[in-house]
C-alpha cells in the first residue's frame, strides 16, 4: 500500500475522531458522566474522553511495520470515542492486520459507529437503588429536551391585557368565582413512559409505576402512557430497574412538557370532585348534592337537595374555581307508579300515553350512588323475569341480579323494562352504543312535568324553597370554602398539586350602561324605568307602525259564545288606544271542538273572503295537535296570520282586558306592524339571531331558525327556517338561510347590509371551535359569491350559565341593575367576551347572559357590540320590558320551535316578513 495514502487515511481519520469528541464535550453538563448499569444492579462511573489529544505527524523515515502498528493503536482509540453512547459496551471493530482488506475496515468502523448512536449515554447517578438518569445520545434532540425542561423551572410569561370596554358606570362588584393559585416550582408535570419489555395491560403498568414511588413520589396522575407529576425530576430522562415476578423491567421516563393551566384543568377538575366526595357530597350529572339537607315539599311530594356546581377554570384573571349553588328536584314517585297512574287514566292507548310521559324524562337509582340516566325507549316485550349476561358469562334475570348484589326485591315481576342508550368511545375512536335495562319500579323521577311547571301553587312552593338572594348564595360559597379550609383531607388534595385556594370570593369593578330610550308611534320617546317594564306605555300610546284590522274571521265553539263576544268589543275598544283600527269580524260557531270543524271553516273563510287579514281560532282547552294543525294550515297551506286563543285565559273578567291588549299587539305584529323601536345610528346594520331545535326524541329532523333586523329601529323583521339531521347542531343550510335574508333586507332598504352581527345560541363551550369555525366559513363563502361588501361579527349567545356577578355595598350584596356588564378578570382566556345582565329580578339572582365574539371584522368597538346587544334586549314584541337575550335570537327560537314542536312544515314565504310565529 503506498505510505502517501496511507498518510492521508490516517490524518481524516484523526479528523473525524476530533469532531466526534468534541460534539460529546459540547453536551449540557447532565451529559458530561456516565451511570452504567451492570447484570446485577451495580452502577460504574466514567468520564467521557477528552478531544485535546495532540497529533505528531510521522517522521518521514518511519518504517511499514512501525506505521501499521500506530495504525492500529489509533484505530483503538477511535473505536473507543465512537462507543461513547453505549449503555452496555458495544464490542471494539476487529483490529486491522497485514492481510486486511481496507474494505472490510471501512465497513466495521461505520457498523461500530451505527449501534453507538442507536445505544444510550448513561448521564449521572440518582439515588435510589435501581435508578439513572440517561440521554438519548442524539445531541440535538437532547439540547431541545434540556431546554424544555430548563423553561418548566420558569414562571409563565404574563398576557398581555385584553381589550375592555369603557362606557357606563363603574360599581365595586362581587363573582361567584374564587382564585386558585399554583405554588412556585409546582405545576402538572408530563413525562412520556416506555417499558422494557413491553408492558400491555394498563393495570400492570400503574403497578410497576407504584414501585418506583419513593423516587418519584407518591403524588401521581397515571393514564397508561403519560406520567403526570405535581414536580419536576432531577433530570430530564430518568431509567428505573422494577423486578416484578422475577421479571426485570426498566421503565424510562422523559420529560415532555409543563401543562398550561388550560392543559391541566381536567385534572383539577378530578381533584375538587375528589374534594366534594371527601364533603359526603353526591355527584349527579357533574352537580354535587346533599342529601342529608335535603328540603320537602310535602303538598306537591316533591323534595329538594341543595348542591353545588363547580369548575375550574383558566381565565384572564389567572386560574379560578367557578362555585354556584344548585337545586335537585325530585318527585317521590317512581317510573312504576308513574306507569300505573297512566294506565288508570288513559286505558285503551297505553303504550302511547306512556311514551309520552315518560320518554325523554330523567330518572335516578338510588341503590348505585344515585346515578341518573335518560329514558330513550319502552321494551314491552322484556320484564325483570328477563335473563342477561354478567360479564363472567354467567346468565341471571334481573330479579335474581338485584337480589344477589343489592339484596332488593322486585315486587312486580311482569313490569316493562326502561332502556338507556349510552355511547362508549372504543380505543380506535369509534362509538359503541350500549344498552342499558331498568326496572321501573327502581328508578325515581326526577324535575317537574309541564303540568306542574304550569300550576302557580307547584311553582310557588318550589320558589320558596329553592330561590336564594345574592346575599345568602354568596354565605353558601365561602361556607363551602370554610369547609374546605377545616378538613384535613381537601386540603392535602390540593397542597399535594400545590394548590391554594383563597378564603373569599374575587372582588372586581364592573359597568352599567345608560337606561335606554324607545321610540313609539307620533314621535313619542320615553326612557326606560329601573325595572325595565314599560307596559303602561305600550298600552296606552300608539304602536311605532299600526295595522288596522279590517277584515277578519273568528270562529269559536257554542260553549264560548259569550267570552267570544266580550273579547270581541275589547278589540274594538282598546284598539284605537293603541292606533289600531279594528272592524267587525265575521264569526262562526262550531258545533264541537274537533279539530276538523276549525281546519274545514278556516279553509272554507280564507277561500270565500278576498283579502282576509286574519284568522283568531278562539280553542275551550289546550290540545296541542288542535294547535299544530291549524297554525299548519295557516303558515304553509293558505297562508294566512293566526292567533289561537285559549278560551280560558278570557274568561277572567279581572284580567281578560290585559289579556286582550297583549293579543291585539301581538295581532299587529303577525300582520307587519311595529310595536316600538331602539334607535341604533349605525348605516346599513343587519342583527341576525340564529337557533337550533333539537327534538327531545331525535326521531324527526331538527330545525334551523334565522331572523334578521330589516331596519335601523330594530322593529322589522324577516325569517328563514330549514330542516337538518335529527340532533345535529352544526348548521348546514347557513349559506341558503342567510342568503335570503340578506336578499330581503336589499329588497326592503334597496342596499345590501355593510354590517352584520350574527348571534348564535345554543352553542356549549365544547362546539366553540371547529363546529363554530364551519359556519363561520360558510358567512365568509356566501358574501364572497354573491358579491356582498358586508363585513360580520359572529358572537355566541349563552343563557343557561353558571356564571354571577353582584353589586357589592360595604359586605352587603345585591343585584347588579340592568345594563350592568362585566368584560374581565373572570373572562374565558383567549376570547373577547363579556357577561351582561338585561333583566330585573328583586326576590332571587339575576342570571346574566355570557356574549363570545368569535370572530369580528366589522370594525365596531367593544362598547358600540356591547350596547347595540344591550339595546337588541328591548326589542322581543311578546314582553313589554327586557328579554334575556338579543330579540333576533329570541324570534329564532321561537320559530323554530313552533316548526319543529307544532307544525313541522317549513313556513309559506308569504309569511316571511312578518312575526306570525309569535
Partial sequence: MDRAKLLKEMMERRKAAGAAAAGAAAASPETTQTSVSSGDGAERMGRVPGSQSSETPPTKGIGRGELLAKLRKKKEEEAAAAGVGGVSAVGDAPAATDQGSRHQRILSKLKAKKEASASEVPTAPNSGGGASCVSDGKSNEMEKLNKAFNEAKLEPAVAPPRSRGEKGTKFQASANYVRLKVKKEMG????????????????????????????????????????????????????????????????????????????AIHLYNKLFNRIFEELKLIEIKRKFYNPEARMMV????????????????????????????????????????????????????????????????????????????????????????????????????????????????????????????????????????????????????????????????????????????????????????????????????????????????????????????LQLGKGKEFQVNQKVDWGRETTSNHCLVPKNINKWHVVYTERNKSVVAGMIDLFKKQGPRMGIQVSQPTQTCLANDRTESYCSDIRSQVEKQTGLQLIVAVMPMEREDRYGAVKRLCNTDLPIPSQVVNAKTISNEKRVMSVVQKIILQVNCKLGGELWGSNIPIPQLMCVGVDVYHDKNQK?????????????????????????????????????????????????????????????????????????????????????????????????????????????????????????????TIMKKGFLDFILVSQFASETVVCPTHYII???????????????????????????????????VQYAHKLAYQVGENTNTIPDPQLMNKLFFL
Fill in 700 to 824: 324527526k329532523e331538527s330545525v334551523v331558525a334565522m331572523v334578521a333586523s330589516m331596519n335601523s329601529t330594530m322593529s322589522a323583521y324577516a325569517s328563514a327556517c330549514g330542516f337538518q339531521r335529527p340532533g345535529q347542531e352544526i348548521i348546514d343550510v347557513m349559506k341558503v338561510l342567510l342568503g335570503k335574508l340578506v336578499a330581503k333586507y336589499k329588497e326592503a332598504n334597496g342596499v345590501a347590509p355593510t354590517k352584520i352581527l350574527l348571534y348564535r345560541d345554543g352553542v356549549g363551550d365544547g362546539d366553540i371551535g371547529s363546529n363554530v369555525l364551519h359556519e363561520v366559513d360558510c358567512i365568509e363563502s356566501l358574501l364572497e359569491q354573491t358579491n356582498v361588501q358586508a363585513k360580520f361579527s359572529f358572537i355566541v349567545v349563552q343563557k343557561r350559565i353558571n356564571m354571577r356577578f353582584f353589586n357589592l355595598v360595604g359586605n352587603r350584596y345585591t343585584n347588579p341593575a340592568p345594563g350592568s356588564l362585566l368584560d374581565h
Fill in 188 to 263: 402538572v408535570f408530563d413525562h412520556h413512559v416506555t417499558f422494557t419489555p413491553p408492558v400491555d395491560g394498563i393495570k400492570q403498568r400503574k403497578s410497576i409505576i407504584r414501585e418506583i414511588a419513593p423516587q418519584i413520589g407518591e403524588v401521581r396522575c397515571f393514564d397508561g402512557a403519560t406520567l403526570s407529576l405535581p414536580h419536576l425530576l432531577d433530570f430530564p430522562m430518568m431509567e428505573f430497574k422494577v423486578n416484578t415476578g422475577g421479571v426485570e423491567t426498566v421503565v424510562k421516563l422523559k420529560f415532555v412538557k409543563k401543562k398550561m393551566n388550560t392543559d
Fill in 298 to 517: 310535602p303538598s306537591q311530594k316533591l323534595e329538594i337537595w341543595p348542591g353545588y356546581v363547580n369548575r375550574v377554570q383558566e381565565t384572564d384573571g389567572g386560574l379560578m374555581l367557578l362555585c354556584d349553588t344548585s337545586s335537585k328536584v325530585l318527585r317521590q314517585e317512581t317510573a312504576y307508579t308513574l306507569m300505573q297512574d297512566v294506565k288508570k287514566k288513559k286505558g285503551a292507548n297505553f303504550q302511547q300515553s306512556l311514551e309520552k310521559a315518560l320518554l325523554g324524562a330523567v330518572v335516578m337509582t338510588e341503590y348505585n350512588k344515585a346515578s341518573t340516566y335518560r329514558i330513550d325507549d319502552i321494551d314491552h316485550k322484556s320484564s325483570p323475569k328477563s335473563t342477561f349476561k354478567l360479564y363472567t358469562g354467567d346468565e341471571i334475570s334481573y330479579m335474581e341480579y338485584y337480589k344477589k348484589f343489592y339484596s332488593i326485591t322486585i315486587k312486580d315481576p311482569n313490569q316493562p323494562m326502561l332502556i338507556h342508550r349510552t355511547k362508549k368511545k372504543m380505543v380506535d375512536g369509534k362509538e359503541e352504543e350500549r344498552i342499558i335495562s331498568l326496572v321501573p319500579e327502581l328508578c325515581r323521577m326526577t324535575g317537574m312535568t309541564d303540568e306542574m311547571r304550569s300550576d302557580f301553587r307547584v311553582m310557588k312552593d318550589v320558589a320558596n324553597a329553592t330561590r336564594i338572594t345574592p346575599d345568602k348564595r354568596q354565605q353558601c360559597l365561602r361556607k363551602f370554602l370554610e369547609n374546605v379550609r377545616d378538613n384535613k383531607d381537601c386540603q392535602a388534595i390540593l397542597s399535594d398539586w400545590g394548590l391554594e385556594l383563597d378564603t373569599e370570593p374575587v372582588r372586581l369593578e364592573a359597568r352599567t350602561l345608560a337606561p335606554e330610550k
Fill in 854 to 888: 368569535v370572530k369580528d371584522n366589522t370594525g365596531l368597538s367593544l362598547d358600540h357590540i356591547q350596547r347595540i346587544s344591550y339595546k337588541l334586549t328591548h326589542q322581543y314584541f311578546n314582553w313589554s320590558g327586557t328579554v334575556k337575550i338579543p330579540a333576533p
